[in-house]
């Protein structure tokens, strides 16, 4: 078992493990950069691109895509599959789902305490928002909660690996861009957001397997003393 669990974290999860460890640096240098108010002058000019391309109907769409990273619609989706996962005796996978869930919310709960960064007031918002802003809740969450759903589904289809990781990609890409439409983020909010995003994600993922590791050894260990 123990060398099963040495296999598991030195091999094919060494891609999540680096693409953690670069998102904590990159993470690192997008906060310091707006800690020293670096990046103010190019976050606007991007906004203000983006206040170029509204319209009535890109309004709608925009916010029809900016709810589905709103606490309602993480909150009903962690019940609805959780809900499923743990009716079908999956409870490792319900678990990690709500642990998914519920951690990334209260770390960028917490991260946006310490950086305190106001939102941008470039023009009058169209949705309801908080007070701060870095880094931006609905892309970290979004990408945790849509990540851990595509993963799972991914394991479960796959055949459909590849187009589930694709259009798990373009929505939560859709639903971190409608922010900046709607001129509620800054673009370093955003990516700094995901960032953070993917690195527990990776946590809550590989946390999943060594436990589907362990957990089959000691089926295994079980069957072989009877």
Same mark, same amino acid.
Request: glycine share 10%; with cysteine.
């Given at each position: 078992m123990r060398s099963k669990l040495l296999s598991l974290l030195s091999t094919i999860r060494l891609l999540g493990l680096c693409a953690a460890a670069f998102s904590i640096w990159l993470f690192?240098?997008?906060?310091?950069?707006?800690?020293?108010?670096e990046t103010t002058t190019l976050d606007t000019q991007i906004l203000l691109a983006l206040k170029n391309l509204h319209s009535p109907l890109l309004d709608?769409?925009?916010?029809?895509?900016?709810f589905l990273g709103e606490p309602i619609s993480i909150i009903s989706l962690c019940l609805l599959f959780g809900g499923i996962l743990w009716k079908q005796g999956r409870r490792a996978e319900a678990t990690t789902i709500a642990i &998914?869930? $519920?951690g990334s919310a209260l770390l960028n709960y917490i991260l946006k305490g310490i950086f305190s960064r106001s939102r941008p007031a470039l023009w009058d918002r169209i949705v309801d928002v908080g007070y701060y802003s870095f880094p931006s809740g609905h892309a970290?969450?979004?990408l945790v909660m849509y990540g851990i759903l595509g993963y799972l589904m991914a394991t479960r289809f796959p055949k459909w690996r590849l187009a589930i990781a694709v259009l798990t990609m373009i929505l939560v890409g &859709?639903? $971190?861009?409608?922010?900046?439409?709607?001129?509620?983020h800054w673009?370093?909010?955003v990516i700094a957001g995901y960032t953070a995003g993917i690195v527990w994600l990776?946590?809550?993922i590989l946390s999943l397997q060594v436990w589907r590791i362990y957990r089959s050894a000691k089926a295994n260990s079980q069957e072989l003393n009877f």
């Open positions: 690192a240098e997008i906060a310091d950069e707006v800690l020293e108010q709608q769409i925009m916010t029809g895509i900016t &998914a869930a $519920g970290m969450v979004s &859709a639903i $971190g861009l409608s922010r900046l439409y709607l001129g509620v673009p370093t909010d990776v946590t809550c």
